[in-house]
C-alpha cells in the first residue's frame, strides 16, 4: 500500500487507505487489510499532486458519460476528438472503459503499443495533435477479458492521469464506461483537485435509456460536475434513399430482395428520388425523448444525431465522419452539435482558433 494505494486483494469498494473510513466502513468487512488500514496513519493521497502537476497542461476535461450500454457514448468520445483535432485543437482521449475498451478500434490504433519515456507514457497519436490512451494497447490479445475489482481498476485510472504526457493540449476527452461506478467515482476524485469542467451524456430515445440518464444527471449534481449536455444519440433512421435495399414479401412469408428492379424504375420514372434522405423511428420517442427529460431536469439538450450506417461504418474502419462525404447524414449532425458547445462553452478557445487560422 505504498503512497496510499489501493491494493488489489481489498474489497470491491474500498474507500482506499487514506480515507477516514478505512477499516472501519462496511465496505471493509472481511478483507484482508482491515486491521492494517484502520491503523494506518491518515491523509491526503501524495498519488494526487502529481496528477495535480501532470493536468497543468491541459486546459479542459470533458467526461463523457452514459447511463447504459449500447447508446454510441464511444462513437460520440471518438468523433467529437476527431472533430475537435480538425478545429486544430491539441486533443488527447482517454479511454477509462477498462472493461470495454472499444477507443483504439474506433480512432484506427488497434494492435499499437505504449511507449514510455523519461518524461513518462506517450499516448498512441492518430494525428499529430490527437493522442489516445487506453488499456486496449495494454492487453497481449485483443480477445482477452479483463476480469479487475474495482481497487485494481482504479489504480490504473491513476496511472493514466499521472503517467501520461499529454504536452500542452487543450481538451481532454474522458470516455467512461457506462453507470455510475467505481470508475466514475475515481475519475471525479482524482480531477476534482484540477477541474473538470463537465460531462456529456448521451442517450437514446426511448424510455429505458432515459430512466438511467437521469440517474447519471443525478450522480453528476451529487459529486459536483457541471452536465455540459446531453446527446440524443440513434435518434431515427436516417439513410439515403439509393442505399436502401427493397425487399418483397411473398405469400409464403419469404423475402425477395427487389432493389434493382426498384431503383431502376425510379431512375427511369422520377430520378429526383434517388437524392432523397428516408427516415425511420427505430426507437419509441412518443414520450418526448432527451429533449423533454432535460426541460424537466433543468440541464442543457444539445442537439440529436441519426442513426446512420455510414457513422456505425466510419467508427468500425477507425475513421473520422467529418472527411467523408458518405457520412452526410450524420456528420452534419454531429458538427453542429460540438461547435455550438465549443462556442457557448469556450469561446475565448474559439476567438484563438479563428486569429490563428486568419493568421
Not at 184 to 194: D, G, R, Y
Not at 222 to 240: A, F, I, R, Y
Request: charged share 25%.
Amino acid at each position: 500500500m505504498e503512497n496510499g494505494e489501493i491494493p488489489d486483494n481489498a474489497n470491491e469498494h474500498c474507500p482506499g487507505p487514506q480515507s477516514e473510513l478505512a477499516g472501519k466502513s462496511d465496505e471493509c468487512a472481511g478483507c484482508p487489510n482491515q486491521e492494517v488500514c484502520a491503523t494506518a496513519p491518515k491523509g491526503p493521497d501524495p498519488d494526487l499532486v502529481a496528477i495535480a502537476e501532470r493536468m497543468a497542461t491541459v486546459k479542459h476535461k470533458i467526461l463523457v458519460l452514459s447511463g447504459k450500454g449500447g447508446v454510441g457514448k464511444s462513437t460520440f468520445s471518438a468523433q467529437l476528438s476527431f472533430a475537435l483535432a480538425a478545429m486544430d485543437f491539441q486533443v488527447g482521449l482517454l479511454d477509462i472503459d477498462i472493461c470495454g475498451p472499444s477507443i483504439p478500434k474506433m480512432l484506427g490504433l488497434e494492435g499499437q503499443d505504449i511507449h514510455q519515456s523519461n518524461l513518462g507514457w506517450s499516448p498512441v497519436y492518430v494525428e499529430s495533435n490527437l493522442g489516445v490512451m487506453s488499456i486496449g494497447f495494454m492487453l497481449p490479445n485483443p480477445d482477452e477479458a479483463v476480469i479487475w475489482r474495482g481497487p485494481r481498476k482504479n489504480g490504473l485510472i491513476k496511472q493514466f492521469l499521472k503517467d501520461v504526457y499529454w504536452r500542452e493540449i487543450d481538451f481532454l476527452v474522458v470516455d467512461a464506461p457506462p453507470g455510475t461506478s467505481d470508475e466514475h467515482i475515481s475519475i471525479v476524485q482524482f480531477l476534482q483537485a484540477t477541474g473538470i469542467d463537465g460531462a456529456i451524456i448521451v442517450t437514446t430515445p426511448q424510455q429505458v435509456s432515459l430512466i438511467d440518464v437521469r440517474k447519471e444527471v443525478s450522480f453528476c449534481k451529487k459529486v459536483g460536475v457541471e452536465v455540459l449536455g446531453v446527446v440524443e444519440n440513434m435518434s431515427g433512421l436516417c439513410q439515403p434513399l439509393s442505399d436502401f435495399k427493397f425487399l418483397r414479401l411473398t405469400e409464403t412469408g419469404e423475402l425477395v430482395d427487389v432493389s434493382e428492379t426498384v431503383t431502376k424504375f425510379m431512375r427511369e420514372k422520377a430520378p429526383e428520388m434517388l437524392n432523397l434522405v428516408a427516415s425511420s423511428e427505430v426507437f419509441d420517442s412518443s414520450g418526448g425523448g432527451a429533449a423533454k427529460m432535460c426541460r424537466e431536469m433543468g440541464v442543457p439538450f444539445l442537439g440529436k444525431v441519426p442513426l446512420d450506417p455510414q457513422l456505425c461504418k466510419a467508427a468500425e474502419e477507425g475513421k473520422s465522419c467529418f472527411g467523408d462525404p458518405k457520412c452526410r447524414v450524420s456528420a452534419p449532425a454531429l458538427k453542429s452539435i460540438i461547435e455550438k458547445l465549443v462556442a457557448s462553452r469556450w469561446p475565448e478557445e474559439m476567438s484563438v482558433d479563428n486569429e490563428c487560422n486568419g493568421a
